[in-house]
């Protein structure tokens, strides 16, 4: 009797993995995922038509190194992460990409001495230098076909191998103590009243925060505000991060912009809780803070993708949020900065912009006036 029983439990389970085959196979021979195969392949691009594919490559590889532009802090929960999820990549290294290194960088992958990477950042100002020297994977096509779960919109719909996992929006700082929150400006152009005119607020050189409205104002009545905002005699300073601080100890009492998450640090270390912001609409948002693709040289590619993957996955987003910190994509349901510009009017520097950025900026600290950061 046991052994019938146990027959009948051996038939089921084999029947199970017939089945389980059966589906996979049947995933992977679909008309939809061929034809986009196909239509990938047309172009020069790589296409996988299984998950399961790439994981098996990638337990060959065993290996992992990134080039990033996330923070430090991140490293070690997002390598573990991965680990617990694939632990046959054993061995995984993660460096920072400094902006004064970035040169240096593009300059060894132009002559193809940046081998050992696998990832690299993609540095906005000089985005345009990049496609040439990275893999052609279809990961946009993967993406919209299942094969890898990363939300569409963090690839590069034109190139179709870059993917941005964070989000920068634009808030205005100030000192609580100093200024009445009804007295901070509720829209942009309430920064252009009588009564702010004259070092009454801090605006900085570098206009990465006013550039993010271009998407939706237009480039030109962007530098219109620009020369009006110049026009108000404002403090210029430089580096959100020094600003938040002159403004957490009372400096000054009012800054035009900030990144919501380098206000969030600062007044994690403002003992006195003055210092505060506001959320002005429409609110302007970058979503290419921090952009990788994956090297033509790579030596473990599929690896690699796994990891873009594992950054864009709940997992790794959460991970990005808690420890960039408050960094994670807008395009991730349930991320700080989903939740707060949830039912808001934005201005959105996608990838349409993205090669356009470092024009915008030159065009912009024209339209400032070429300034430079105040001394103290």
Do not use: C
């Not at 985005?127 to 279809?138: G, M, R, S, T, V």
């Not at 920068?168 to 100093?178: C, S």
């Not at 505060?276 to 033509?296: D, F, G, Q, T």
């Not at 201005?347 to 470092?358: E, G």
């Amino acid at each position: 009797m046991e052994i019938t029983v146990l027959k009948k439990i051996i038939v089921s389970f084999a029947f199970f993995l017939l089945l389980m085959l059966a589906a996979t196979h049947a995933l992977a021979a679909s008309p939809t995922l061929l034809k986009a195969k196909q239509e990938a392949e047309a172009k020069e691009h790589i296409f996988f038509t299984t998950h399961d594919e790439i994981v098996a490559m990638a337990k060959k590889e065993g290996k992992l190194r990134v080039i990033t532009g996330l923070e430090p802090p991140n490293y070690k929960p997002l390598m573990n992460g991965f680990r617990q999820k694939y632990p046959f990549i054993t061995d995984i290294y993660v460096e920072q990409l400094r902006s004064d290194a970035a040169q240096v960088f593009i300059l060894e992958m132009q002559s193809r001495q940046a081998k050992g990477w696998d990832i690299a950042h993609i540095v906005t100002d000089f985005a345009p230098e990049y496609p040439p020297y990275l893999k052609k994977y279809d990961i946009l096509g993967m993406a919209e076909h299942g094969v890898l779960k990363i939300h569409p919109k963090m690839i590069h719909p034109v190139e179709r191998n870059m993917v941005s996992v964070t989000s920068a929006i634009t808030v205005v700082p100030y000192n609580r103590k100093l200024i009445s929150e009804d007295k901070v400006p509720a829209k942009w152009e309430d920064f252009l009243k009588p009564e702010l005119k004259g070092r009454k607020f801090v605006v900085d050189v570098r206009p990465s925060h006013i550039v993010a409205l271009v998407p939706l104002w237009g480039l030109e009545k962007t530098l219109e505000f620009a020369r009006k905002l110049a026009a108000q005699q404002p403090v210029w300073g430089s580096g959100t991060t020094r600003m938040n601080t002159a403004i957490a100890i009372g400096e000054y009492s009012l800054g035009s912009t900030s990144t919501f998450n380098s206000v969030k640090r600062a007044m994690g270390k403002d003992q006195t809780g003055s210092l505060s912001y506001k959320i002005v609409e429409p609110v302007p948002a970058r979503v290419l803070e921090h952009a990788s693709a994956i090297l033509n040289t790579a030596d473990r590619p599929h690896a690699a993708l796994l990891w873009l993957e594992f950054l864009a996955s709940p997992e790794g987003q959460e991970i990005i949020d808690k420890y960039e910190p408050f960094g994670a994509s807008l395009y991730t349901p349930g991320s700080v900065t989903e939740q707060m510009i949830r039912g808001k009017e934005l201005s959105v520097a996608d990838w349409d912009h993205f090669t356009k950025m470092q024009e915008y900026t030159a065009k912009i600290v024209a339209a400032f006036g070429f300034p430079k950061a105040d001394k103290k």
